[in-house]
């Protein structure tokens, strides 16, 4: 099995930069798709970023666009989203997946984290 565990949510104002991080652990056997997906409360779970495991490819949310950047480190086993220019509309619980290949649906990912709370406030 493949275990995911984010961190790095926190309550920031409007405009801000925050780093989330996604440690991958177990029996990752196979080249994994990596992803963020988030889900705000009464709404229901929207893609956000994914990757590739060689980075080759990448792709973003329209609302995420010029904001956000995803990568990997895959000697670290570990996932980043990096978001800038935080809006209210951000604030949701982002969650990590995995997938054996490349998707932006979130049907299509096997394997989540619990979910770190991103909160965009004044």
């Known amino acids: 099995q493949v275990q995911l565990v984010e961190s790095g949510g926190r309550l920031v104002q409007p405009g801000a930069s925050l780093r989330l991080s996604c440690a991958v652990s177990g029996r990752t056997f196979s080249r994994l798709v990596m992803a963020w997906f988030r889900q705000a409360p009464g709404k229901e779970r929207g893609f956000v970023a994914a990757i590739s495991w060689s980075s080759a490819s990448i792709s973003y949310g329209d609302s995420v666009k010029g904001r956000f950047t995803i990568s990997r480190d895959n000697a670290k086993r570990t996932l980043y989203l990096q978001m800038s220019n935080l809006k209210p509309e951000d604030t949701a619980v982002y969650y990590c997946?995995?997938?054996?290949?490349?998707?932006?649906?979130?049907?299509?990912?096997?394997?989540w984290g619990q979910g770190t709370q991103v909160t965009v406030s004044s």
């Open positions: 997946a995995a997938s054996n290949g490349w998707s932006t649906d979130k049907n299509e990912y096997n394997y």
